[in-house]
T-cell receptor, first 114, second 112 residues
Framework: NAGVTQTPKFRVLKTGQSMTLLCAQD?????MYWYRQDPGMGLRLIHY???????AKGEVPDGYNVSRLKKQNFLLGLESAAPSQTSVYFC?????????????FGEGSRLTVL | AQSVTQLGSHVSVSEGALVLLRCNYS??????LFWYVQYPNQGLQLLLK??????LVKGINGFEAEFKKSETSFHLTKPSAHMSDAAEYFC??????????FGAGTRLTVKP
C-alpha cells in the first residue's frame, strides 16, 4: 500500500529554471494539498485541490502553479525558480467523507535553488 | 482563518520524565485539532486527533492531549519520555472543510 508518493525526492535547480513535482495517491482521496516546510515556520499551504480539475490558493501561492488533471495526481510547478523557493515540499491527501480532517503525507521532496 | 501557536520551538526532557508540548489555537468555528510527529527525513504521521466527543484523546506511543475550549488549548503530554520520542511535533487546526493550518513545530530532545 503506497499511500502518497512524491517524485523526485531531491532536486537542485539554478535560478530561473523550471520544474514539476509530482504527487500520486492510491487511496482514492478527493482532496490533495501541497505544503512547504521551512525551519521555524512549520508547514505552509501553497495550493490545494478539492477534486479533479479544481485547484485553489493557500497561504503562499506566489511563484507556484498546480494542476489536478487526474484524481490521483497533483502536480506542483515552478516556472522560474528562485532561491527563496529552497525548501522541503510535502504533498498530502484526505478523503471527504467521513470528514475527520486527517491528512496523509508523502515523504517530502527537498528542493535547492542556487 | 484559523491559526495555531506552539509555545517553545525546542523542548528537552530526560528519559522517563514528563513530556508537555503546548499548543493554542484560534478558530471561529468548532475546530478539529491534531498532533502530528515528524521523524528525521520523513513525512508527518498522525499522533492523535480531536473531532468531537471526549475532550481527552489518546494517541499512539502513549501520547495524549486534552481539548480545553475555555483556554483554546490542545496540549500534548506523555507521562514518561523514551529516547525514541525524539522528533519534531506539529499541532494543527482544521475548520472542518478544506483548510488545515500548522504550528511552527516543537523539536523534542530526550536526554539519557
Amino acid at each position: 500500500n503506497a499511500g502518497v508518493t512524491q517524485t523526485p525526492k531531491f532536486r537542485v535547480l539554478k535560478t530561473g529554471q523550471s520544474m514539476t513535482l509530482l504527487c500520486a495517491q492510491d487511496m482514492n482521496h478527493e482532496y490533495m494539498y501541497w505544503y512547504r516546510q521551512d525551519p521555524g515556520m512549520g508547514l505552509r499551504l501553497i495550493h490545494y485541490s478539492v477534486g479533479e480539475g479544481t485547484t485553489a490558493k493557500g497561504e503562499v501561492p506566489d511563484g507556484y502553479n498546480v494542476s489536478r488533471l487526474k484524481k490521483q495526481n497533483f502536480l506542483l510547478g515552478l516556472e522560474s525558480a528562485a532561491p527563496s523557493q529552497t525548501s522541503v515540499y510535502f504533498c498530502a491527501s484526505r478523503r471527504v467523507a467521513p470528514n475527520t480532517g486527517e491528512l496523509f503525507f508523502g515523504e517530502g521532496s527537498r528542493l535547492t535553488v542556487l | 482563518a484559523q491559526s495555531v501557536t506552539q509555545l517553545g520551538s525546542h523542548v528537552s526532557v530526560s528519559e522517563g520524565a514528563l513530556v508537555l508540548l503546548r499548543c493554542n489555537y484560534s478558530s471561529s468555528v468548532p475546530p478539529y485539532l491534531f498532533w502530528y510527529v515528524q521523524y528525521p527525513n520523513q513525512g508527518l504521521q498522525l499522533l492523535l486527533k480531536y473531532t468531537t466527543g471526549a475532550t481527552l484523546v489518546k494517541g499512539i506511543n502513549g501520547f495524549e492531549a486534552e481539548f480545553k475550549k475555555s483556554e483554546t488549548s490542545f496540549h500534548l503530554t506523555k507521562p514518561s519520555a523514551h529516547m525514541s520520542d525524539a522528533a519534531e511535533y506539529f499541532c494543527a487546526v482544521s475548520d472542518r472543510n478544506n483548510d488545515m493550518r500548522f504550528g511552527a513545530g516543537t523539536r523534542l530532545t530526550v536526554k539519557p
